[in-house]
């Protein structure tokens, strides 16, 4: 049960913390996290930023929402916390 809710939690909330770092609708904000990634991805690839990398991803998912496998992605990812999370309240409790 635990596992669902987060699960559903991730998806809901991965718009949210996209933009949160700076991956906006309109573009990367200008001296964010996202800022970053891009600044160190365009370094790393000698001037650009791959397409289908993890920035180019992140900005067209900020862009224009998830699309189902992005979706499915951050709910798997949400699930793992969960169960992660689990497992870690059951450690602390002994």
Do not use: C
Not at 10 to 18: E, G, I, K, S
Not at 44 to 67: E, K, P
């Amino acid at each position: 049960m635990l596992r669902n809710k987060v699960k559903f939690g991730a998806v809901a909330l991965a718009p949210v913390a996209l933009g949160a770092v700076g991956f906006t609708s309109a573009g990367i904000a200008a001296g964010s996290y996202a800022a970053s990634m891009m600044s160190a991805a365009a370094v790393a690839n000698g001037g650009g930023v791959l397409a289908g990398g993890m920035v180019a991803v992140l900005q067209s998912a900020g862009a224009a929402g998830l699309s189902g496998a992005a979706t499915a992605a951050v709910g798997g990812v949400g699930a793992a916390a969960g169960a992660g999370l689990k497992l870690l309240a059951g450690v602390i409790r002994k």
